[in-house]
C-alpha cells in the first residue's frame, strides 16, 4: 500500500517482503521475508542504481533476531500488531516480542516509529524507542485516529483524523485490519511530506494483495483466499467475514496447519475454525516433513463441535468445499494465500489455492 502511494506520487520505489521484491518495475522472486544480509544489501545497491528513491522492507523477527539489518538506518518503522507466531523458533512469546522491539530500539532520534495504539504490546514494543513517536488507532488519544469503519466484500471505508482535520478514506481491500493496515501507511506517507490528495489515491488505487483476502466469485458462490496461519489471524479473518455478511451467508473453511513449525497454535486454529465457521473442512498444508494425519490429529484436539470433516488432499477438500456448499456460500481458504506450492517431504509440489478455486468456480 505505501509502496503504491510512493508510486502514485511519481516515485520509483522498491520492495522487499514476503510475497514478491520489486526494483522499480523489475519484480524478483521472493524467497525469505527478509532476506539474509549479502541478499538484501546488495538488492539496496541495486535499488540505488536504478534511482529508487523510497525502499519499502519487511522486517522480520527472524532477521532481526539473526541480525540480517544490523547496521541499516530505516527512516520509518511501523508497528501494527503482534500475536504468538514463529515459536519453533523463538520459544516463547518473550523471546518473539523482544526480536520484533530490535527494530525500534535501534532507530535513529531523527527517525519516525509509527505503531498502532490499540494494541496492548505497543507499549513494551515503544518503551526503549528513542526516536519520534506516532500513533493511530481508535483510541481516543493516538495521532492518527481511525473513525467509522464500515466495510462489505467490495472493500472498506474509514477516516482518519490528524491535526483536527478528517480524511475520507476508502480502499478496496477488505476488513477492519486493512482499515488499520491504511493508518499505518497514511502516517508515512502524511509524514514524508506526500500530498493528501495523492495519499487518498494510492489507498484507493492499491491493488489487491495476493493471497491476502482475495475474493473471487462466480456470481452464487465467493470464495475467499487468505494466508492467515495463526490462530489470531484466522480468527480476525473469520470475523471480518461474519461481519460484512451479516450471519446470512453459510461460510465454510478449509484449512490445515503447516508441518515443522510450532505445533500448539493447532488446537486453537481448530477451535477457532469450528466455532467461528458453519462448516470446516480440515486439510493438509505444507506437511513439510511432519505426517499430515499427524497434524491434522493435533488440529482435532482443540475441536468440541462436530462441523467438521476430514480431507487430507488438499485440492479434494478445496472441490468438496466449493461444489457441495449452498448457493450464497462464502467459503474461506486459509493457510496458504499466495503460495504457488506444496511442501512435502522438502520437495515442492506446484499446487495453488487459487488456481484450484477458480477451477472448482468455473472462472
Do not use: W
Not at 500530498?195 to 489487491?208: L, M, R, T, V, W
Request: charged share 25%; net charge neutral; aromatic share 8%.
Amino acid at each position: 500500500m505505501l509502496k503504491h502511494i510512493y508510486e502514485t506520487s511519481g516515485y520509483k520505489v522498491g520492495l522487499i517482503g514476503t510475497i514478491s521484491n520489486f526494483i522499480a518495475n523489475e519484480k524478483i522472486e521472493s524467497k525469505l521475508t527478509t532476506p539474509e544480509s549479502n541478499d538484501l544489501n546488495r538488492m539496496l545497491a541495486k535499488m540505488n542504481d536504478k534511482k529508487c528513491d523510497f525502499a519499502v522492507m519487511e522486517v522480520s523477527s527472524h532477521s532481526l533476531a539473526l541480525k540480517r539489518v544490523h547496521g541499516l538506518h530505516f527512516s520509518f518503522a511501523v508497528f501494527t500488531n503482534i500475536t504468538a507466531e514463529h515459536l519453533d523458533f523463538h520459544s516463547d512469546f518473550e523471546n518473539y516480542l523482544s526480536a520484533k522491539k530490535i527494530l525500534f530500539d535501534t532507530l535513529p532520534v531523527s527517525s519516525s516509529a509509527i505503531y498502532n495504539s490499540d494494541d496492548v504490546h505497543s507499549v513494551d514494543i515503544m518503551k526503549d524507542c528513542a526516536s519520534l513517536k506516532y500513533s493511530f488507532g481508535m483510541n481516543q488519544n493516538s495521532n492518527f485516529r481511525i473513525n467509522n469503519i464500515n466495510c462489505d466484500l467490495s472493500g472498506t471505508k474509514f477516516s482518519i483524523q490528524y491535526e483536527k482535520k478528517d480524511y475520507e478514506l476508502r480502499t478496496t481491500l477488505v476488513g477492519d485490519f486493512n482499515a488499520y493496515n491504511a493508518a499505518g501507511a497514511f502516517a508515512v506517507a502524511k509524514l514524508s511530506g506526500i500530498k493528501d490528495e495523492i495519499i487518498a489515491e494510492g489507498i484507493s488505487s492499491a491493488p489487491q494483495v495476493p493471497g491476502r483476502f482475495e475474493v473471487l466469485n462466480n456470481g452464487t458462490r465467493k470464495v475467499i483466499i487468505d494466508y492467515s496461519h495463526t490462530p489470531d489471524s484466522l480468527e480476525k479473518t473469520l470475523l471480518v467475514i461474519r461481519k460484512v455478511t451479516e450471519k446470512k451467508n453459510p461460510v465454510i473453511t478449509v484449512f490445515g496447519c503447516g508441518g515443522n513449525r510450532d505445533k500448539l497454535k493447532r488446537p486453537l486454529m481448530g477451535k477457532i475454525a469450528t466455532e467461528l465457521s458453519d462448516q470446516v473442512i480440515v486439510t493438509s498444508d505444507n506437511p513439510r516433513n511432519e505426517n499430515p494425519s499427524a497434524i491434522i490429529e493435533d488440529i482435532k484436539g482443540g475441536i468440541t463441535k462436530n462441523n467438521y470433516s476430514i480431507i487430507e488432499e488438499r485440492e479434494k477438500a478445496i472441490e468438496e468445499a466449493i461444489k457441495n456448499s449452498g448457493k450464497n456460500s462464502v467459503i474461506l481458504i486459509a493457510g496458504k494465500g499466495h503460495e504457488d506450492y506444496q511442501e512435502i517431504n522438502g520437495i515442492r509440489h506446484h499446487f495453488s489455492d487459487k488456481e484450484a478455486a477458480k477451477k472448482n468456480l468455473g472462472i
